[in-house]
Structures are given as C-alpha cells and as structure tokens.
C-alpha cells in the first residue's frame, strides 16, 4: 500500500502479499521514479513498525535488492527494481520507500549506503564464483591481445565477462593450467588487440551541439566508454534545471556518463549568464539528487581562489557531498605561489597548459595533467617533449577532448584521435591508451577498492567494469573494430549498435523548459556601425588555441567587427524601462548589455558570423566586415544556432534550439551543417586553421588570457580589468 501511494498504483505491481511468500517485486516505469524521491519520504510511518534496518545486499545485473533484516519468520522480503535498459546506478527508486526505516537514515544517507560506496556480499561472492569457474560467464574474449596497462605490456590471453564485469584475465604460457571459463558466448579476437574503453577527462557536451543520449550514440563508436562531463554550458543558460536534463537524458545511454557540478556559474561572479548557482544551491542539489553528481567541475574563478574568497572556498568543500569528492581544474598560466594556493585548495586536474614548462609546473605540484586534443584547441603535440623527456611522467597525465564538433568526432575521433597524435608525437602505443584509459580512471577514484565492480575501470583487470575496445591495431587511423560498454557490444567499425532508450516524459518535459532561451532587446542598425579608435584594445586570435593575444594598432587595417549581446533578458528589461531614450533602439545599452570592439586574424569577408555560444554565459557573439551584415546574423539566430551571412543573406545555419546549445538532430545532421558551414565560410575568407565556429564562440570565454569581450566591452584577462 505504500508503494501504490508513493508510485501511483497504476505503476505498481505487488506479487506476494502473503507472508509466506518471501519477495515483494515492485516494477517501476523511469519516469516515476524521480517524482517518488520526493513523495515516498512522506509515507515511512508505515513501514516502519513492520520492516527492519535495510541494507544493500546486491547491484549484480539489471536490478538492486535491498534485503531486510531483523524481520520476524517468514517475513523477510527482497525488493527489486527492474528495468530492462536501464543502467545500474539509476535503478534506485525503491529505496526512498526505505528512506524512513531502520534507524531513520535520509534518503541521501541511504542513498550512500547503497550506491557506489562498496560490493556487497552478494556481488563479491558472485564475482568470485565466476571468477574461479564455479558459474558460467556471459562472453569469454579469447585469441587476444591484452593491452596491459597496468604491466605495460601487450600480451596474448582471454577475458572473461559475467554481468558486465570483468571477472577474469587469464595470460597464455602462464596461465595454462588454469584451464578455461565456461561461456554463453566465446568472441573469437583472431588475434586483434584487447584494450580497455576511453575515458574522456573533461567535456562539455553541450558544445557538441547535440544533446546527451545522441552524444553518446556519437563517443560509443569512437571507444568513448566514460565520459566526465562538466555541463556549465547549459547550467550558464538555464541553472540547475538544465544540469538536471542533461543527467536525465544521459541515463538513456549506455556508455557512462559522471556529471560533474559546475562550479563557476557564472564564470565570474559579474557576468551576465542566465543563471547563479552557489554553493548553497549545490549542497540541496546534492541533497534532492543523491549521487547523480560525480564530483565539482573545472574551477575558473582565479581570483577566488588565490584570495580565499569564502563562496569559492564554500563551492570547493560541496565536492565532499559528492561520491568522487574530487574538484577539477581549470589554471592557464598559473605558476608561482598562485599555482599553489590552487593545488593547496585540493584541485586535483588541469587541461589548460598549452606548453611542456606549465604542465611540468603542474604535474610537480600533485595535479594531473589534461593534454587536450578538441576541435578548437590541439595542444597534445606542443605538450608531448615533457613526456618524451621521461615517460613514467605519463601516469599523472591523462587526455581531454573539452570541445569537439561532431563533424571532428565522426570523421578522425575523439579520445581515439588523442592516442593517434600522441603516437604520431612519438610517445609509446600503451602509454598512450594508458593514458587514455588508467591515468584517467585514477585521477577520479575509478580505478580501485573494494566497490560496486561496475564503478571500477580504466583497465583490463578482474573486478572492474567490462569496458573493453577490440582495435585491428594500434594507430587509430580508423574507428574501434568493436566497443562494448559494460560487456555490451555499442557499436561497431564506426557504427553503432546498442540502444538509447526512448525519451520519456519528465526528459521531454525538461527539453521543453529549454526552448525559447533567447531573449534579445530591440536592435538598430546604429548599434552595429561603430568607428575604430586607434590604440585601442584589439583581440590577436590564435588559430588552433583557446587563448587569446592583444595588440593596441593604429589603424583598422585587417580587423573585423566583434559584438557581444547579453541574450538572457538584461537588455531587454531596461529597454523597457527607457534606456534607449529617443535614440536609436540599443544604443542605450552599449557598455552595459552590448559589448564592441575589434577583433585581428578572423579573416572574414563580406559578411557576418553569430551565434548564441559564447563562452560561458552563452550570449550571442557576432563578428564581420560591415554592419549590416552583423544585424542580419544577429536577427536570424533565433531562438539558438550558428548563423553565416553573406551580402544579406543567409548561407549556413545550424539550428540549436536546447538552450541555444544543442541541436534536436543528430550528430550526422549536426556533422553536414558544420561541414556546409565550414565551405561556406572558408568561401568567406575564413583560412584554416581557425575554425570559424569554435574560433568565435571562446572570443567572450573571460577565464582564459588575455584579451576577451563582455557585454561591458573589452576584458583583460591577466589584470581581470576592462583594457580601455
């Protein structure tokens, strides 16, 4: 009964309402279990005289029992939550039911018992038994090559995989007399090499412009088994709500997804984002959500840090609600004492350093190291010598995409294009996956302890998650042969082949409050024709790289046009309120909400690029030649997209209409707009190897040097002061 109440009975099923029938089985639809988190903390009164203290007794395949003790005879009972396709850490919903039992433990602290903390009896005892050959295995992986990251070796053998996990490694030679396992399926390798599945470092899947579950259909074919996913993008758009659609579509996936807190929304404290979130407001997002964050996300205020400000340091701590308890990085160009205080403050990662002398800085003082290779910043090769120099520094450096255009991702790879270019740097073939895959899985916790096995990975190793890639070689110049995601085969030769779960409600309902995001003020063509002051602060871009120069010329020979526009309501608002007087509509709101200026070495001609990502608040960036070409782009963004204008019109677009972030297609329809767009626009002047899309939308990011614009106007990054 106080199932049906906090479920809804249409969406409960009983089966043994008897006593002498030992299990309850309660089958719940997805999209009522989030609902129930909040309703079944009402109802324990109920349960609690009759059920005893409730632990976790096992998280083995694709249910979770929670088994009740200290009950009389015959009243023992075992509760399940099954849903086919459902991955293990979101089959939870049964225990808010048992949130108010035993000896009054929250939902949260319930939660911890039982997610991801440790390997119940249960498990550990049926990983044992297959481990040792009492029990079939699901699939037995034989004529391998291991890639062994732990030995850093390649050596031939088999694996073998029971309810996802990998249970057991056996070497050919030296382990001979250990005979073999039985299977329901033996993968013959024929020889192909066995690595374990790709952990993406930092990410943001937003800037994909493609929404999670289709994300992660796009990774899965590239070997992209985990990804840990700092969603500030769409949080900066729509706070919480939107981090919440990115967890709930995510579950539809069957690669693994951590979603980290975004710690810096916004970016600064003074920025003109679409939404503030404190530390306060992570802690009950932590509370109401137990578990769905994995750790706090890169941490960008500088300032804040070096001067302990209190909020920062009070963001920092909430990582400690978090099952990783672990805070990412975020620190271009950070040396010295600064450096210091950084990792003093237990941030564990950076993906910033773009030259071998800063990693180094870094990697000396404790902290991992990202080498990033994305679609706009390739800074793997320039950070290659300080590991050619001496490999052992290798396990405390680990690879990050942070951005990359499905277009990129489908065409030459995503964590697998990393190893290919470190390889092609010269850095061994099994450091390279180690550091796509262990040194990845260590800097987060993920790599060992006596814990739920489908947590652990990173490695081809007896208790771990059965994250595997089945490669034809090894220099990733083509798509993994096979990649299973906890023993499940998702795709193949660069096609995939698992299954996203179909959309239910409450994600539909949560894409809803995502549309209509865009809220521009009234904008006349005067706000657009502006005259260059010689001396003032210019943008240098620096193709290929997300840092920025500055340069003071004479004159405006080779510049372009550059404006940002706050889109989240500002403007419009004190338009309203007479900003604009009897002039011309925008005007009022230049240096407050619209920010100009000018910008070198974004060659285009003869029109206009805008679009509604600008790093990290996401108002609508433009850059062109003339004015009223800006105008026309700025007007046909819409409610979310990239827009090219050429003489007037429109020639490219790709329409984002989630959060203005995201697209509702796919990642191949994302693929051929970018793929027109990037033609269009090199047709404009725009010259490789500046990508016109990801070269605009990091021109406002004002956490990376040195010179950026705010709708304020022009921003030095090093002083954290406006230039003029």
Known sequence: DAARAAFGQSDVQLQGRDQKVSALSFHVTLSQMRPARCRCQNIGASVVGTWGRSFCAGTLGHSLSLVQSNLPPLR????????????????????????????????????????????????????????EGRVP??????????VDVYGQRVAPGSVAVKDGVIVGVLYDGRDDAAGTNEAAEVIDCQGRYLAPGFIDGHLHIESSNIRPAEYARMAATRGTTTAIADSHEIANVSGLDGLRFMIEDGRRAPISIKYMMPSCVPALPDEQAGAVITAADMQAFFAEHPGDVFGLGEMMNLPGVFMADP???????????????????????????????????????????????????????????????????????N???????NPARARRCCFATDDRAPSDALSTGMIDNACRVAIEAGIDPVVAISMASLSTAEAFGLDHGCRDPHELRGAIAPGKRADLLLLDDLTFATAPHRVYAAGALVAQDGTFVGEIA?????????????????????????????????????????????????????????LRRIMLIERHGRGVSLQAEGADGDGPAGLGLVGKHIGRGWVRGFTITGGAIASTIGHDSHNVCAVGDNAADMMAAVEAVGQGGHVLVRNGEVVARIPLALGGLMSEGTAEDVAAQHDDFMVKARAMGIEPPLDPIMGIIFLPLPVIPTLRIRPEGMFDVTTFTYAD
Not at 137 to 146: E, H, K, M, R
Not at 383 to 389: A, F, I
Request: negative net charge.
């Open 311 to 381: 909020e920062t340091c009070a963001r920092i701590d909430a990582a400690n609600q978090t099952p990783s308890k672990q805070v990412d990085g975020h620190a271009p160009l950070v040396a010295g004492k600064d450096l210091n205080a950084y990792a003093a403050a237990g941030i564990i990662a950076d993906h910033e350093s773009t030259i071998p002398e800063e990693a180094l800085d870094k990697l000396s003082r404790g902290m991992y190291v990202m080498l990033r290779e994305g679609t706009c910043s390739h800074d793997l090769a």
């Open 502 to 558: 179909p959309e239910m409600a409450e994600v539909a309902a949560l894409a809803d409050e995502l549309r209509a995001s865009v809220k521009l003020p009234k904008l006349s063509l005067d706000v657009f024709d502006y005259a260059f002051k010689p001396g003032e602060a210019v943008i240098d871009v620096v193709p290929g790289k997300a840092i920025t120069g500055m340069v003071r010329p004479e004159t405006d020979e080779d």
């Open 76 to 131: 023992q009972a075992a509760c399940a939550v099954k849903r086919r396709g459902v991955l293990l850490t979101h089959r939870l919903g049964i225990q808010w039911l048992l949130a108010c039992c035993g000896e009054g433990l929250s939902a949260p602290q319930l939660f911890s018992t039982v997610k991801g903390v440790c390997m119940s009896v249960e498990v550990m005892r049926s990983v044992i038994d297959a481990a």
């Open 137 to 146: 295995v699901d699939t037995l992986f034989t004529n391998a090559q291991i």
């Open 383 to 389: 950070l290659s010598p300080m590991l050619l120099e």
